[in-house]
């Protein structure tokens, strides 16, 4: 059974990098698919800011893409994410996900998410 | 980008009901080449991350009980619960993958007993 983890800071302050991993247990990320975060601010929708294939390769949110760098952590068996100059509207809860189709595929499953708050 | 309109923003049904979500998008996510409409709908609880109920616009995931339902091809997609049970209740999600990023859900509908 695949499992995913979010881990990182709780808090970040403005204009620093809001840094996350996604720990997966149950599949080497090197064997396939594409890994995912998607983020939802309090009480909002949900955004796709990005996916890194099994080898690598990245397909990031146009909207974001400037600030976003994802990485594969295979010896871990964990991928992540980093958001370059953080404000407030970057304050959201963010899942990881595996995508079974491409880089934006439907997701499945998702990590439990992990509330990043933006404040000084 | 491929915008997604949920319709209605909430909506509450009685047990046993049907309830009835519909999803629009604003080109179209059928493909062509194999005739597959790139659209997947997922279901959130309160406090939970979301749920994958259906991919391929109609597609029922292995474990989900099958009085979920997805129709709907090109712009227009309709995901069904044929008899609501209390557990259903939740925020409904659809998402389109079809062509290039950005990736995009609906806004939600939530469903309430009534």
């Known amino acids: 059974q695949v499992q995913l983890q979010e881990s990182g800071p709780g808090l970040v302050k403005p204009s620093e990098t809001l840094s996350l991993t996604c720990a997966v247990s149950?599949?080497?990320?090197?064997?396939?698919?594409?890994w995912g975060w998607i983020r939802q601010p309090p009480g909002k929708g949900l955004e796709w800011i990005g996916s890194?294939?099994?080898?690598?390769?990245?397909s990031y949110n146009p909207s974001l893409k400037s600030r976003v760098t994802m990485s594969l952590d295979t010896s871990k068996n964990q991928f992540s994410l980093k958001l370059s100059s953080a404000t407030a509207a970057d304050t959201a809860v963010y899942y990881c996900?595996?995508?079974?189709?491409?880089?934006?595929?439907?997701?499945?499953?998702w990590g439990q998410g992990t509330l990043v708050t933006v404040s000084s | 980008d491929i915008v997604m309109t949920q319709s209605p923003d909430s909506l509450a049904v009685s047990l046993g009901e049907r309830a009835t979500i519909n999803c629009k998008s604003s080109q179209s996510v059928l493909y062509n080449s194999n005739n597959k409409n790139y659209l997947a709908w997922y279901r959130q609880k309160p406090g939970q991350p979301p749920k994958l109920l259906i991919h391929?616009?109609?597609t029922r995931e292995s474990g989900v009980p099958d009085r979920f339902s997805g129709s709907g091809s090109g712009t227009d997609f309709t995901l069904t619960i044929s008899s609501l049970q209390a557990e259903d209740v939740a925020v409904y999600y659809c998402?389109?993958?079809?062509?290039?990023?950005?990736?995009?859900f609906g806004q939600g509908t939530k469903l309430e007993i009534k």
């Open positions: 391929w616009a109609s």
């Open positions: 149950g599949y080497s990320i090197s064997s396939g698919y594409y």
């Open positions: 996900a595996r995508s079974l189709w491409s880089y934006g595929g439907w997701f499945d499953p």
């Open positions: 890194i294939s099994h080898s690598g390769s990245t």
């Open positions: 998402q389109q993958y079809y062509g290039t990023p950005p990736y995009t």
